[in-house]
């Protein structure tokens, strides 16, 4: 089946830098794929839109300067943590689609600042 | 999107059948009726969609009422490694957000 490789599975910064996530379709072209963040006991709760080749959508009151988003390649997408801080702590996941088939999730990127 | 109603939380003793109910009456006639679900720790995971017929594959079956107001996702035998938040979603055709609600925390007694 299709399988999306999120990568780091975690990862602890200190506040004010900035974290890279990964998101790979590992045997599929994914035209578009989609950040989620998920908070303790909460549901997934979508922050943008990545397109291959083109800027990303991003949901309201999520602020793109901040999350910076990057879709390279049809197998590729990364999100930027810019200057983060403690509030920026949370679950993030990623999600790619081919065509109309369902979504695919990656396991996840748990990210703590400190 | 339309918006589904799930119950908070469901219990169910290992190896029984887990009926999973999901309300969505304001459902379109091009909304399919999606399903996932999500173990502690880990992304969500497909586990079926319909549109009007009922749908079975290798890990469950889904139910569709007629009037396709609610459905019900069915697990035939649960075993523990069922346990998970599961979450039923509308996806209007040709519209690929998944807007996720709270789901339904379910939980399997040995």
């Known amino acids: 089946g299709a399988v999306v490789s999120q990568h780091p599975s975690w990862v602890i910064c200190k506040s004010g830098t900035s974290v890279k996530i990964e998101c790979r379709s590992l045997d599929f072209q994914a035209t578009t794929m989609f950040w989620y963040r998920q908070f303790p006991k909460q549901s997934l709760m979508l922050m943008a839109t990545?397109?291959?080749?083109?800027?990303?959508?991003?949901e309201q009151g999520v602020e793109k300067d901040k999350f910076l988003i990057n879709h390279a390649s049809l197998t590729l997408s990364t999100l930027t943590v810019t200057s983060a801080h403690p509030e920026d702590s949370s679950f993030y996941i990623c999600?790619?689609?081919?065509?109309?088939?369902?979504?695919?999730f990656g396991n996840g990127t748990r990210l703590t600042v400190t | 999107d339309a918006k589904t109603t799930q119950p908070n939380s469901m219990e169910s003793n290992e190896e029984e059948p887990v009926h999973l109910p999901c309300n969505h009456s304001?459902?379109?006639?091009?909304?399919?009726i999606h399903w996932y679900r999500q173990l502690p720790s880990q992304g969500p995971e497909y586990v079926i969609h319909g549109l009007t017929s009922n749908v079975n594959n290798r890990m469950a079956s889904l139910a569709i009422a007629e009037d396709r107001k609610s459905s019900t996702l069915i697990l035939h035998r649960a075993t523990l490694r069922d346990a998970a938040v599961y979450y039923c979603?509308?996806?209007?055709?040709?519209?690929?957000?998944?807007?996720f609600g709270t789901g339904t925390r379910l939980t399997i007694i040995p």
């Open positions: 990545s397109n291959e080749g083109s800027k990303a959508t991003y």
């Open positions: 979603i509308l996806i209007l055709g040709g519209n690929e957000k998944l807007t």
């Open positions: 999600s790619a689609r081919s065509g109309i088939s369902p979504l695919h």
């Open positions: 304001t459902i379109s006639g091009t909304d399919y």
